[in-house]
Every structure is written in structure tokens, then in C-alpha cells.
């Protein structure tokens, strides 16, 4: 089974930049649909990028024309570009895998399989 693990989480100032990494190992990488989920203290998790196993991607309102979902089949690893960031992303980010023979893209924290650990960013005005 693919055992994600993120990386890449830190501290940066409104309107700076962060890449987080999100590592598959131990299944068919390519054969899983992967989700970024975030969760600030006090408020569910919710999704914010989603990609399929054929690149097809989804963003949540907050994130769209500043997040960027990519995967890299080669190196089982699913990215989470974020530009302009804002005090509002901060959370802990979380990377999800779900198995899936026939493709698409999955936006509810139910439908993921594999969790990873997650990652703090924190955002400062």
C-alpha cells in the first residue's frame, strides 16, 4: 500500500512561496489519485488540490490562479505549488492517495485511503 509523506511545510511571509512535496512509496504510484488537504486549528479539513493518475486537476476557490497540483509519476511524488500566499493558508497541510483502476478526482477526505503525517505552513502578516 502507498504510504505518503509531505515535506516542504515552513514559515514564510504573506505573498512568498512554498513548494510541498508529497512521497508515495510502497504501491503502483501511478495507479492512485492524489489529494493536498488543509486543516487550521478550529475548522475541518478540507480539500484544497486534487489530481488524477492521468493529470486531470481540481482546485478549491481558495486556491485557484496560486496553488499549482502536479505529480511526477517517475519520482512517486505528487507537488503542491503555492504562490501569494496568505495568513489564511496557514494550516496543516495534508498529503492523501486513493487507489483507483478507472482515473478521476476525488474531493472528500472520506473517499482517500492513505494519509500522510502533514506538514505546518504558517503564513505571517
Known amino acids: 500500500q502507498v504510504q505518503p509523506v509531505e515535506s516542504g511545510g515552513g514559515l514564510v511571509q504573506a505573498g512568498g512561496s512554498l513548494r510541498l512535496s508529497c512521497a508515495a512509496s510502497?504501491?503502483?504510484?501511478?495507479?492512485?489519485?492524489m489529494g493536498w488537504f488543509r486543516q487550521a486549528p478550529g475548522k475541518e479539513r478540507e480539500a484544497v488540490a486534487a489530481?488524477?493518475?492521468?493529470?486531470?486537476?481540481y482546485y478549491a476557490d481558495s486556491a485557484k490562479g496560486r496553488f499549482t497540483i502536479s505529480r511526477d509519476n517517475a519520482k512517486i511524488t505528487a507537488y503542491l505549488q503555492m504562490n501569494s500566499l496568505k495568513p489564511e493558508d496557514t494550516a496543516v497541510y495534508y498529503c492523501?492517495?486513493?487507489?483507483?483502476?478507472?482515473?478521476?478526482?476525488?474531493?472528500?477526505?472520506?473517499?482517500?485511503?492513505?494519509w500522510g503525517q502533514g506538514t505546518q505552513v504558517t503564513v505571517s502578516s
Open positions: 492523501a492517495a486513493k487507489e483507483t483502476v478507472y482515473g478521476g478526482i476525488f474531493l472528500l477526505r472520506a473517499q482517500y485511503e492513505y
Open positions: 510502497g504501491g503502483t504510484f501511478s495507479r492512485h489519485a
Open positions: 489530481i488524477s493518475n492521468s493529470g486531470a486537476t
